[in-house]
């Protein structure tokens, strides 16, 4: 079982950790409210907790650092706590404290939470559960015996159950907080039973690609596998996918994707992957690799990205040529994701 550490939650973007957070005090059975955006992109959150008539209000702020918190944003956030009337503030960071920003904290009813302490808090409430393979095809045998209340292990709740058409296909899709089944309803001569066709674990999603009618459900590790979906629903769908994203942020995320026909490109904070989503043809690109990011065109010619990869060394290159939406964004982004790799 793999194990929250402060290095692995420095490495977790920002806005994911603050989503983090968010889903660590609602299971701790705060009641969480988001707020606005703040200037270095932490969200603060106000949570509350109620207790026979009694109600206690703080201020979270986000700090994801590798430098220790000083004196000075301990002393600039204490003061929220007169601004906002709130019974106290708690600092969050996955570095740590230094000595005087310690002191002034407990002058001023401000709670800090160091890296260490907040890893030990979320091995408590949000342990990640490592079982079984990232994405399952149920057998036949296994199929034929599945039903809702077998499939769900100790632990799993159902977050939703909607009817959606995978590719040509009409399934429900049942998410959990631990996996997501795609199940197939077969009618027999005196019974009707649903079949689990599909199982893919939450903690191998990448992420979602989301257009006007339809959405695009990206998973895998090694090998990454589209999954196109439809459903009247689809909005709800994805919002429940997007709440699970703390549960699947620690590993390879998505960044960026865009979409034209049946080809795909996708951005992760590892690799950049054109895709055919019908052949399933992929060109995968480790970040890591990419030596060269420019943009290509001119008189008469549609600009597109030009991707070079180092291959057996810097003397030999292979060029790969991206057509996307917003060009600029795409290089800027792929850009950032290269230097941290």
């Known amino acids: 079982m793999e194990r929250w550490s402060p290095g692995q939650l420095q490495e977790t973007d920002p806005y994911e950790f603050e989503k983090l957070l968010a889903q ?4 701790m059975e ?9 200037h270095d992109r932490g969200i603060d959150l106000l949570i509350r907790i109620e ?3 009694l109600s206690h209000t703080w201020i979270v702020q986000a700090k994801r650092y590798t430098d220790p918190v000083g004196v000075k944003a301990v002393r600039e956030y204490s003061s929220l706590r007169y601004r906002d009337h709130v019974d106290g503030v708690i600092i969050v960071t996955t570095s ?22 907040l890893a030990e808090m979320l091995n408590h ?25 077998t ?22 899709i049942m998410i959990t907080n631990k996996n997501i089944f795609f199940k197939k309803e077969n009618n027999g001569v005196l019974s009707r039973k649903e079949n689990v066709e ?25 090998q990454l596998t589209v999954y196109p979906l439809s459903s009247k629903r689809k909005d709800r769908i994805a919002e429940i996918l997007d709440n699970l994203r703390p549960e699947y942020v620690r590993g390879e995320h998505l960044i960026m994707s865009s979409r034209r026909n049946s080809s795909m490109t996708i951005l992760t904070s590892k690799r950049l992957v054109q895709l055919d989503i019908e052949s399933g043809v992929m060109n995968n690109i480790v970040l890591s690799k990419i030596v060269g990011i420019e943009i290509e065109g001119g008189f ?14 810097m003397n030999a290159m292979k060029k790969h040529f991206l057509e996307v939406e917003d060009i600029p964004r795409w290089k800027e982004e792929t850009e950032q994701m290269v230097r941290v790799s």
């Open 30 to 38: 705060y009641i969480v409210e988001e707020t606005k955006f703040s």
């Open 151 to 172: 499939v769900l292990r100790r632990g799993e709740d159902t977050l939703a159950a909607e009817p959606v058409n995978l590719g040509k296909e009409r399934f429900t």
């Open 300 to 313: 008469l010619k549609k600009d597109r990205l030009a991707i070079s990869e180092s291959s057996n060394g």
């Open 51 to 53: 207790h026979f008539g």
């Open 198 to 222: 599909l199982r893919i674990q939450v903690r191998d999603i990448i992420g979602i690609h989301v257009e006007k009618q339809h959405m695009f459900l990206i998973a895998g590790q090694k």
């Open 96 to 117: 740590h404290f230094t000595r005087e920003a310690q002191e002034e904290a407990a002058e001023h009813n401000v709670k800090l939470i160091d890296g260490n302490l």
């Open 24 to 27: 660590l005090f609602r299971k």
């Open 125 to 149: 409430y949000l342990p990640e559960v490592s079982e079984g393979p990232q994405i399952t095809q149920i057998s036949e045998k296994e199929s034929r015996s599945s039903s809702t209340s």
